[in-house]
Structure formats: C-alpha cells, structure tokens
C-alpha cells in the first residue's frame, strides 16, 4: 500500500468507529427514554448489578469457548527436504 493511501484508509476507520459509536449512544438513548427504561423487553442498564452474578455468565461463556483438546502432528514426510537445485533466477529440475 503506498504512503499516501494509509491516510485514507485511517479516515476511513476513523469514520466508521464514530458511526457505530454514534449507533450505540443512539441505540442507549432510545432504550433508556422508554418506560422503565426498557423498550420491548430491551433494556439500557445492565443485567446484573452485583459484579459476581455478572461473573457467573462470563465462566460459562468461557468454557464454551475454551481451546480444544491437543492432537499429536502426523507423520508426514511428503515434503522431505532434498533433490533440485537453487541459484540464478529460474528453478531447475528434471519434468
């Protein structure tokens, strides 16, 4: 990418941050004007105001994406090193 391309591509993600920023504070605003502070079941505050209930839906969610089990490397020598030369500008070999 040429020096002068990345001031594009910074404007770019500058703008978009401030989009969906604006969508969310949008988004709160609406939710919280309703009655109760909640529109359609949808609410603007959080769930839990006790941080250990709120710790206990993040170790769940956690395990579930937890990494996997480890699996051993196979045994493939399909791509043993040798045979063919290297230097100058082409490969060379026999077809």
Do not use: C, K, N, Q
Not at 33 to 43: D, K, L, N, P, T
Not at 68 to 73: E, M, N, V
Not at 79 to 84: I, K
Request: net charge negative.
């Amino acid at each position: 990418m040429a020096t002068h391309d990345s001031g594009i591509v910074f404007s770019l993600a500058l703008s978009t941050f401030a989009a969906w920023r604006g969508a969310a504070l949008s988004l709160r605003r609406l939710l919280a004007s309703g009655a109760g502070g909640e529109r359609s079941g949808f609410s603007a505050g959080p769930l839990f105001e006790d941080p250990e209930r709120h710790r206990s839906l993040e170790v769940p969610a956690a395990l579930a994406t937890g990494a996997g089990t480890r699996t051993a490397a196979a045994d493939d020598h399909s791509l043993a090193p040798g045979g063919g030369a290297f230097g100058g500008g082409g490969a060379s070999g026999d077809y």
